[in-house]
Nanobody, 120 residues
Framework: QVQLVESGGGLVQAGGSLRLSCAAS????????MGWYRQTPGKQRVLVAT???????NYADSVKGRFTISSDNAKNTVYLQMSNLKPEDTAVYYC??????????????WGQGTQVSVSS
């Protein structure tokens, strides 16, 4: 059974920093991509950053230069270091895994979400 357990959210003042962590378990060898998405009330979940098992990263334009995604494959953990946080970064952040199930079949998995709130 796939599980993604997030930690590290909280309340921070604008300009501050937070680090999110997400530990994955279950079918570890099938992980293809790990990452983070975020969602605010009434809006769709949107990409923040992703990293492949080969280390290729992708960021939303809004977080480039402020957020850094990294992973520890030995610990099956993905991190999101968030710096210079802005009030508009306030959202529920969801950990994401894409897993290869065989052939051309992939599946998406999500964590339970962790709240990040940035005060002005």
């Amino acid at each position: 059974q796939v599980q993604l357990v997030e930690s590290g959210g909280g309340l921070v003042q604008a300009g501050g920093s937070l680090r999110l962590s997400c530990a994955a378990s279950g079918s570890i060898n099938s992980i293809n991509v790990m990452g983070w998405y975020r969602q605010t009330p009434g809006k769709q979940r949107v990409l923040v950053a992703t990293i492949t098992t080969g280390g290729v990263t992708n960021y939303a334009d809004s977080v480039k230069g402020r957020f850094t995604i990294s992973s520890d494959n030995a610990k099956n953990t993905v991190y999101l270091q968030m710096s210079n946080l802005k009030p508009e970064d306030t959202a529920v952040y969801y950990c994401y895994n894409q897993r290869h199930l065989g052939g051309r079949t992939y599946a998406d998995y999500w964590g339970q979400g962790t709240q990040v709130s940035v005060s002005s």
